[in-house]
């Protein structure tokens, strides 16, 4: 038993590996192009890598005159195992909205988003470049939470303000090799290595400034690692950081706007001249994300990456800011729930459906989120959700009530009825009897008779659901029924809205194709 104990967990472990890759100008995981056949108004997405700036992930403070800053509002004192804990919890959220990576940091960020002095210690670093152990355990907590989320670390080594701390240059390159070292002895493969936080800012070490930076590059790139450098911002790449780096990390601090983000990008492409490497915005403090050309609609339409940067400003509460100390994690605030609202849209939603009205959090019926299933692809057999669907009519997304299958579940809107219709195509990978499953949240609001049509091998069966009732399995999925299919995309379930009552709305969410043995 022990035995079969130590196999499963080694299962475990190898099924959890994330490894990032990349071929051209474009990010691969696990050997698959990111947001893969994805685009949005026109514009390709595959290939990117869209991020935010967490770089507290792992902060603390060793100044006594310091760290009562950093209180938290409910205990009155600060508590960095707490700020992990938090963080970790909140991945999962992040990632079924789309994000892909986050950057964290070994010596964090300001915690007031922008200081001029940084009296604070906040440092993974010694003054020798040997490594702290409280700080590394945090942060391999976090990144291998990110490994099992098929998520990316970018991961910053330095940060100017808390570079001073280590001696002197040797100290520096020490830091850096125990880093890569520490990197490949967990065998991570999911970390781009961030080699400092914008390195054309105020640096005490020569060898991380533009001219010399390239050097630590280099070593990170020896030891079998993706890395690079990023440059404040509107600061474009040095000749030599370009040549040396596997990816361009830039920032839009102080690029005022979509018209400025084009030029500025315009800018990094000639630098890059033929190194088609990508380029990713890894922070940026411009917000404006319910407007239609916004710095990060303008960077994704150049296929660039873009990375929020939000910290809390005057007279805002805990629940605002990711960079600003103590922070909370979640999707908490307007600003937050603005990014990832878009992101979700660009990255994951279906195309032709209508937004979600609802901010994150906003449900009826808060005792059934926990049967929500954030990734499809972990449910058994084949799963066809919503963002896959062929529409027709005008459908609207909601989250409003639990449980539901990915980013939520479409509505028709209480509209149209009679002339909308939600098909959901699978390709099975081989001829015979499936259990087909659909999955709907349910209360009175919903339609008592929806009609859902199983186009199978031996014709196609029509039935009346209630979506008013619970479905028995999980809350979440109902039988309809066990049909023989044709290999590949022969087959599909269809939901309609004909013959419901207009003062109800018919629910569109996931189809599960169970494969059975064939009856007797």
């Keep these: 038993m022990r035995l ?24 691969h995981l696990n ?5 893969a056949g994805r685009e949005w108004q026109g514009h390709r997405i595959e290939g990117l890598l869209m991020n935010s700036r967490m770089v507290q992930g792992i902060f603390d403070d060793q100044n006594e005159a310091t ?11 600060w508590d960095a195992e707490r700020n992990t804990r938090e963080f970790i919890a909140a991945m999962p959220e992040w990632k079924a909205h789309g994000l892909l990576a986050f950057t964290l940091n070994l010596q964090g960020g300001s915690p007031y988003g922008y200081s001029k002095d940084q009296p604070w210690q906040n440092s993974a670093i010694n003054a020798d470049g040997t490594l702290r152990s409280d700080y590394l355990a945090r942060a391999e907590q976090i990144i291998n939470k990110a490994d099992e989320l098929g998520m ?20 520096v390159i020490a830091a850096v090799d125990a880093t890569t070292r520490w990197i490949t002895a967990k065998k991570w493969r999911h970390v781009l290595v961030e080699v400092n936080n914008e390195a054309n800012v105020k640096y005490d070490h020569d060898i991380l400034k533009p001219k010399r930076v390239h050097e630590l590059i280099q070593r990170v790139k020896a030891a079998g690692l993706l890395a690079g450098t990023s440059f404040g911002g509107g600061g474009v790449p040095t000749a030599q950081v370009i040549e040396h780096s596997d990816f ?24 890059r001249g033929d190194r088609q490497i990508p380029i990713v915005v890894n922070e940026d403090d411009h917000f404006d994300f319910d407007q239609a050309d916004n710095n990060f609609t303008a960077a994704v339409k150049e296929h660039v990456s873009w990375g929020f940067f ?73 799963v066809v959700d919503e963002t896959a669907a062929t529409l027709t009519g005008e459908w609207e997304y909601s989250t409003h009530t639990p449980p539901y299958v990915g980013l939520g579940y479409l509505h028709d809107r209480k509209a149209g009825k009679g002339a909308k219709s939600a098909t959901f195509t699978p390709d099975l990978p081989q001829a015979g009897w499936y259990e087909v499953r659909l999955a709907h949240c349910f209360n009175v609001r919903r339609a008592t008779n929806t009609p859902v049509t199983i186009h199978h091998a031996d ?14 399995h999980a809350h979440l999925f109902r039988t309809l029924g ?39």
């Excluded at 050997?31 to 947001?35: A, F, L, Q, R």
């Excluded at 990255?347 to 032709?352: E, F, G, K, M, S």
């Excluded at 590949?488 to 494969?515: C, E, M």
């Design 248 to 271: 361009l990390l830039i920032h839009g601090n102080g690029v005022k706007g979509p018209d400025a983000m084009r030029e500025f990008i315009a800018k990094v492409k000639q630098a």
């Design 31 to 35: 050997g698959k192009v990111t947001y």
């Design 459 to 472: 014709g196609e069966t029509t039935l009346r659901i209630n979506q008013q009732e619970e479905p028995p």
């Design 310 to 382: 939000d910290f809390r400003m005057k007279n805002e509460t805990f629940d605002d800011g990711y960079q600003s100390i103590p922070v909370n994690w979640g999707i908490s605030s307007p600003r937050k729930q603005g990014f990832f609202s878009l992101m979700q849209r660009i990255t994951l939603a279906h195309p032709q459906a209508l937004p979600n009205t609802h901010a994150p959090g906003e449900v009826d019926r808060p005792e059934m989120v926990q049967w929500i299933i954030r990734d499809a692809a972990a449910l058994p057999g084949i």
């Design 67 to 77: 760290v009562k800053n950093w209180a938290y509002p409910d205990t009155g004192k």
């Design 482 to 520: 066990t049909f023989r299919f044709e290999k590949g995309r022969a087959g599909f379930v269809r939901i309609a809205n004909d013959g419901t009552d207009a003062s109800k709305v018919v629910i569109a969410d996931a189809v599960q194709f169970l494969p059975v043995a064939a009856p007797r």
């Design 152 to 171: 990316v670390v970018i991961l910053g080594v330095f940060y100017f303000g808390q570079d001073q701390r280590v001696t002197d240059e040797q100290a």
């Design 4 to 27: 079969l104990a130590l196999l499963f967990a080694f299962v475990v472990v190898s099924q959890a590996e994330t490894v990032v890759s990349i071929r051209g100008e474009d990010f």
